[in-house]
Antibody, heavy 121, light 108 residues
Framework: EVQLVESGGGLIEPGGSLRLSCAASGFTFSNYWMHWVRQAPGKGLVWVSAITRDGITTRYADSVKGRFTISRDNAKNTVYLQMNSLRAEDTAVYYC??????????????WGQGTMVTVSS | DIQMTQSPSSLSASVGDRVTITCRAS??????LNWYQQKPGKAPTLLIY???SLERGVPSRFSGSGSGTDFSLTISSLQPEDFATYYCQQSYSTPPDTFGQGTKLEIK
């Protein structure tokens, strides 16, 4: 079964750090760009970050640039999001998602179940 | 950045109704428009990609159309399981991969 499973969320104080993980299974992980998308409580979907298949190139939303770092370990089939200097406005469910470039869909075709990050004192 | 605007923001309809949700891009995105469904407490799922291609396993009552800046998602005959929030997303000029604000489809 093709799936993504996130972990690492939790309650963290403003200014703190957290590392999210997303473990992939059921497909050739190294063939796909991977993304993080977040959703604040009661709000819409917001793209956060992306990483290329080889992990060399990364992209970030302006709101997290300089604070978040995306990385991947193709040997472990896992993508990470290191979040530093966390703010209250970073409170959200964080989803990892795969973009089906090989299949030509150019869409987020597989999503994880999400992990909740709450930034509060 | 390309902005995506959905309308309406919310919609009440009955089982069996035909409903259409629209999405407008702030500049042309060719056919690089995707639609997602999200149910409460769940991750989004892909319904339509590249404006009109039905994702595998998605019922044929869902269809998408449009190109350039104007797009639509149509559900031909609403089923109880279709009551959810729908998002459009452009993949033409990224990053960022921008989403519409969502359309909440509720039971009348």
């Amino acid at each position: 079964e093709v799936q993504l499973v996130e972990s690492g969320g939790g309650l963290i104080e403003p200014g703190g750090s957290l590392r999210l993980s997303c473990a992939a299974s059921g497909f050739t992980f190294s063939n796909y760009w991977m993304h993080w998308v977040r959703q604040a409580p009661g709000k819409g979907l917001v793209w956060v970050s992306a990483i290329t298949r080889d992990g060399i190139t990364t992209r970030y939303a302006d709101s997290v640039k300089g604070r978040f770092t995306i990385s991947r370990d193709n040997a472990k089939n896992t993508v990470y999001l290191q979040m530093n200097s966390l703010r209250a406005e970073d409170t959200a469910v964080y989803y990892c998602a795969r973009v089906d470039n090989p299949g030509g869909k150019d869409a987020f075709d597989i999503w994880g179940q999400g992990t909740m990050v709450t930034v509060s004192s | 950045d390309i902005q995506m605007t959905q309308s309406p923001s919310s919609l009440s309809a009955s089982v069996g109704d035909r409903v259409t949700i629209t999405c407008r891009a702030s500049q042309t995105i060719s056919s690089h428009l995707n639609w997602y469904q999200q149910k409460p407490g769940k991750a989004p799922t892909l319904l339509i990609y590249l404006a009109s291609s039905l994702e595998r396993g998605v019922p044929s009552r869902f269809s998408g159309s449009g190109s350039g800046t104007d797009f639509s998602l149509t559900i031909s005959s609403l089923q109880p399981e279709d009551f959810a929030t729908y998002y459009c997303q452009q993949s033409y000029s990224t990053p960022p991969d921008t989403f519409g604000q969502g359309t909440k489809l509720e039971i009348k």
